[in-house]
């Protein structure tokens, strides 16, 4: 299914028992249910729960607790089960929170809806897991919102692909690019705006300048970030790093942007997490340019 989040890879009624508790779908056995501790490790973890490794534990409990915090701010997790087992998620949040990429009022957002990531990695389709998460946002939002808004991509890859929201009569209200807001209003609503990054990097004199904006929101983002300060911290007062965590409103809201990556000026994304290696060289390469320019002079 060609359905994701931004953390599904870092590495390269139908009412039920109670409304928008548990929602039944088409296939045997299979709910959607609200988030609790039974399945935080999946949703933390970006559905990487077979991941074992040093990194995907930091990332779980930075994630983890921005969950904990929003949750208590008016979040909602949507989780996909079947017999016990989750299959997938979608989050379910209020556009005047920390939204990913826009801003508006009145309306439910989803930053990110994903399958396990071995179901998005054999780019498995057709099941009806995405539809009904979305359905369940939708019976969530109606509560207390007059619409759901979602930034999807005009692309053929399986993060957020602006086909799949117009197939659930999504509309389209703004494009940027391959960048789409797409919304579906239930009453009167205005539009959400895009976000517009309103920051200018400040390099060092004398030193390389790393300027790392990251959102706990984002398993990549957050497994980045962890890179960055690691292989930052390898070349000691040669280098510079300033970080800006988007998941605080203040700052998302002043800079508009909610991941980015900057070294001596120059942005730099891989779109997964950035790779230590790669990291590493382009640090070297901007502090032998340095070298070169001071003996030049």
């Known amino acids: 299914m060609g359905i994701g989040g931004r953390g599904a890879e870092w590495d390269h009624t ?22 609790t501790d039974e399945h935080m490790h999946f949703v933390a973890s970006c559905t990487h729960v077979d991941k074992l490794d040093e990194e995907t534990e930091k990332v779980v409990a ?9 949750l208590a701010k ?8 079947e017999g016990g087992t989750p299959l997938g998620f979608a989050h379910c949040l209020p556009i005047e929170l ?21 179901r998005v990695y054999r780019e498995e389709r057709g099941s009806g897991l995405g539809r009904a998460l979305m359905k369940s946002v939708e019976q969530e939002a109606k509560k ?34 391959d960048t789409v807001i797409m919304l579906k209003a239930f009453a009167p609503v205005e539009p959400p705006f895009m976000h517009r990054p309103q920051y200018r990097p400040s390099p060092v ?21 962890h890179r960055v300060r690691d292989v930052c911290s390898e070349f000691g007062e040669e280098v510079i790093l300033k970080e800006f965590n988007t998941g605080d409103k203040g700052i998302l809201d002043t800079y ?17 997490a950035a790779p230590r ?11 032998e340019e340095k070298r070169r320019g001071r003996s030049r002079t």
């Not at 930075?62 to 929003?70: F, H, I, S």
């Open 14 to 35: 139908e009412k039920g028992q109670d409304e928008n508790k548990i929602l039944q779908v088409s296939r045997t056995d299979v709910r959607i249910v609200d988030l």
């Open 62 to 70: 930075v994630r983890e607790a921005w969950l904990r915090k929003a």
């Open 74 to 81: 008016g979040l909602r997790m949507k989780v996909a089960v």
């Open 98 to 118: 920390e939204t990913w990429g826009m801003s508006g009022k009145d309306l439910m957002t989803v930053p990110c809806l994903t399958l396990k990531y071995d």
């Open 144 to 177: 207390s919102k007059k619409g759901v808004a979602v930034l999807a991509y005009a692309h053929d890859f399986w993060f957020m692909p602006a086909s799949f929201f117009s197939r659930l009569r999504y509309e389209e209200v703004l494009r940027e690019g």
């Open 205 to 225: 004199e004398g030193k390389v300048t790393v300027e790392a904006f990251w959102n706990p929101i984002c398993a990549t983002s957050i497994a980045e970030i």
């Open 256 to 272: 508009q942007i909610s991941r980015a990556l900057f070294i001596d000026g120059a942005s730099r994304c891989w779109g997964y």
């Open 277 to 287: 290696d790669e990291l590493r060289t382009v640090i070297e390469q901007a502090l």
